[in-house]
């Protein structure tokens, strides 16, 4: 498999860990207790999305990325 880097983004939960989201690959979703056992889950699940990706012969998404601003 082909080296890859994936945004993650890390959202602090009110009762405690994170949660995590890969947003070039909408699908995948997992949570962690401290920052570190997060990344490790993302980059578990992102392994494992890829894998069945290419099992199944389909291509992995490619996003366009942008900002906007908003508000005063």
Same mark, same amino acid.
């Given at each position: 498999? %082909?080296?890859?880097?994936? =945004?993650? @983004?890390?959202? &602090?939960? &009110?009762e405690?860990g994170?949660s $995590?989201f890969v947003? =070039?690959?909408p699908s @995948? +979703? %997992?949570?962690?207790?401290?920052v570190?056992e +997060?990344e490790?889950?993302a980059? =578990?699940a992102?392994?494992?999305?890829l894998?069945?990706?290419d099992?199944?012969?389909l &291509?992995?998404?490619s $996003? =366009?990325?942008?900002r906007?601003? @908003?508000g005063?």
């Amino acid at each position: 498999m %082909t080296r890859r880097e994936f =945004e993650i @983004v890390l959202v &602090p939960e &009110p009762e405690g860990g994170y949660s $995590v989201f890969v947003p =070039e690959l909408p699908s @995948v +979703a %997992t949570q962690g207790e401290t920052v570190e056992e +997060a990344e490790a889950m993302a980059k =578990e699940a992102i392994e494992l999305y890829l894998e069945a990706m290419d099992e199944d012969g389909l &291509p992995i998404p490619s $996003v =366009e990325r942008k900002r906007v601003a @908003v508000g005063g």
